[in-house]
């Protein structure tokens, strides 16, 4: 058997998956990823922010992202395209975290803190991390195949934790967006002359 850290050889992928990367999802991510720009290019210039879908757009294109970037490491060499994707893709959509961080913020200032919001939240800067891990990666001198197992492993462990801290103990989901939702009512009330001495008004 394998060493448990070996690197995944090419002829270990099978080779319907790898010419489905390799000819549809690389290139299809490419495209999302010009789209994402665009748009996000667009919410800059006219800074008109569209309610809720920034964040779904660039958490779906992230998640989905770095899972094919690891489905398609082992096969990297295969083709000029798979090599360029390997070594740009986690560079080319760290940018678009900052627009991310921008609308959950403005959402939030808006209408406090709720659990979706503390979802995308926590994912957001889960995806953030890992992107930056696999960008200084990618750029590092290449590592032989016993070492290159560390991000196979760190990156699922750490989502894990995240994961079990966003719904247990004093930062959970449920905790934080009850106290969030509850100041934003107290400052509703205040607004409108209804809060006295911290008590609301018959």
Same mark, same amino acid.
């Given at each position: 058997?394998?060493?448990?850290?070996?690197?995944?050889?090419?002829?270990?992928?099978?080779?319907?998956?790898?010419?489905?990367?390799?000819?549809?999802?690389?290139?299809?991510?490419?495209?999302?990823?010009?789209?994402?720009?665009?748009?996000?290019?667009?919410?800059?210039?006219?800074?008109?922010?569209?309610?809720? *879908? &920034?964040?779904?757009?660039? #958490? %779906?294109?992230?998640? +989905?992202?770095?899972?094919?970037?690891?489905? !398609? =490491?082992?096969?990297?060499?295969?083709?000029?395209?798979?090599?360029?994707?390997?070594?740009?893709?986690?560079?080319?959509?760290?940018?678009?975290?900052?627009?991310?961080?921008?609308?959950?913020?403005?959402?939030?200032?808006?209408?406090?803190?709720?659990?979706?919001?503390?979802?995308?939240?926590?994912?957001?800067?889960?995806?953030?991390?890992?992107?930056?891990?696999?960008?200084?990666?990618?750029?590092?001198?290449?590592?032989?195949?016993?070492?290159?197992?560390?991000?196979? *492993? &760190?990156?699922?462990?750490? #989502? %894990?934790?995240?994961? +079990?801290?966003?719904?247990?103990?004093?930062? !959970? =989901?449920?905790?934080?967006?009850?106290?969030?939702?509850?100041?934003?009512?107290?400052?509703?009330?205040?607004?409108?002359?209804?809060?006295?001495?911290?008590?609301?008004?018959?």
């Amino acid at each position: 058997h394998p060493p448990a850290r070996e690197t995944p050889t090419p002829a270990a992928s099978p080779k319907t998956l790898r010419s489905l990367i390799h000819s549809m999802l690389i290139p299809l991510i490419w495209v999302y990823t010009a789209i994402l720009y665009v748009y996000c290019a667009r919410i800059l210039i006219e800074r008109e922010w569209p309610h809720g *879908i &920034v964040s779904s757009l660039i #958490l %779906a294109y992230a998640c +989905i992202g770095l899972l094919l970037w690891f489905l !398609s =490491a082992p096969t990297s060499g295969d083709t000029k395209l798979a090599s360029f994707h390997h070594r740009w893709y986690a560079l080319s959509a760290l940018p678009l975290f900052g627009v991310l961080f921008a609308a959950l913020g403005i959402r939030v200032g808006e209408y406090g803190l709720t659990e979706p919001r503390w979802f995308a939240l926590i994912l957001g800067c889960w995806c953030a991390a890992a992107t930056l891990f696999v960008t200084i990666r990618s750029f590092m001198r290449k590592r032989e195949p016993e070492q290159t197992g560390l991000r196979v *492993i &760190v990156l699922p462990v750490s #989502l %894990a934790i995240v994961a +079990i801290l966003s719904v247990f103990g004093p930062f !959970s =989901a449920f905790n934080l967006s009850i106290r969030s939702q509850n100041k934003e009512f107290e400052t509703i009330l205040e607004r409108n002359g209804m809060l006295v001495d911290g008590m609301a008004k018959a």
